[in-house]
């Protein structure tokens, strides 16, 4: 008996980091018909060489998320979609406004405005663990949740401008959600790193050690200065567990995650943050770790 054909889904950003591992992640999960959104101009070759890539209908559109006609385009047709499409700088944007907050807040509403126009069944919102925190007024005994938002002032004050991006956009797909009757889920991936599916990307970063390219993204979020030589000296087996961690669990299950956000039964409340701590915990365990060892 043939199985029944799976519903037509986008993907936003879908040549990115987490949306190349989320289009992999449909297509060996049954999904046969995709349309991956990419940034105009940006290279989505990989995409057609994943796994079942062959047996799939992949369409790929070219769409700035802040072109509302690219962006409906892509969508229409589609019953699900995952909004993954968002700036990310590790450099001090020169207008923080223009390259990161805008397209976070009108780029997610205008996919937004384009599910409601198509009535999409369910859209999946890549947010980020930067929407729940830094949050310093939160009380010091209780464990963070769904209920935390970032503290914008807080960040802006320290010129953190992507948590503020981040906060944004989702606090704006809250309130369309509640005003148009869309079915939304959020969720928040804290640091996600691991294989590069992408080819060119490889060879691009093959002149660079492990330890400089994590040292260079935790800086830029924890605005930690740490040094990865004193941590293999103090925490060898902690260190390569961390990265033998991150490269073997976190990328995949971030895009497992999302697929599976769209298959679950639609929760009773339109405000559904899912704030995946199972996969930071792991994560922020071994830090913690590797953060002692490099002040003990």
Sequence with gaps: MTEPSKEAVCVTGANGFIGS???????????TTIHATIYPGSDPSHLFTLRAASKANLKVFEADILDDVAVSRAVEGCTGVFHVASPCTLEDPQDP???????????????LEAAKKFKVRRVVL??????????????????FNETSWTDLDYCKSRQKWYPVSKTLAEKAAWEFAEKNGIDVVAIHPAT??????????QQLLQGYSSCCRV???LKSIT?????MSKMLQRCKCCYLSLLLLLVDIFAPMVSISLVNLLKESPNSSLNFRFTGLYL?????MYL?????????
């Design 192 to 201: 996600c790193l691991g294989p590069l599916l992408q080819p060119y990307l």
């Design 21 to 31: 591992w989320l289009v992999q992640t449909l297509l060996t999960t049954g999904y």
């Design 288 to 296: 913690g770790l590797l953060y002692q060892n490099t002040i003990s």
């Design 126 to 143: 890549t947010s980020s663990i930067s929407a729940l925190v830094p949050n310093p007024g939160w009380p010091r005994d209780k464990v």
């Design 215 to 217: 040292q260079k993204i």
């Design 280 to 284: 930071v915990q792991p994560y922020a």
């Design 97 to 111: 406004q223009e390259e990161l907050v805008l397209p976070a807040v009108q780029g997610t509403l205008n996919v």
């Design 223 to 227: 605005g930690w200065e740490l040094c």
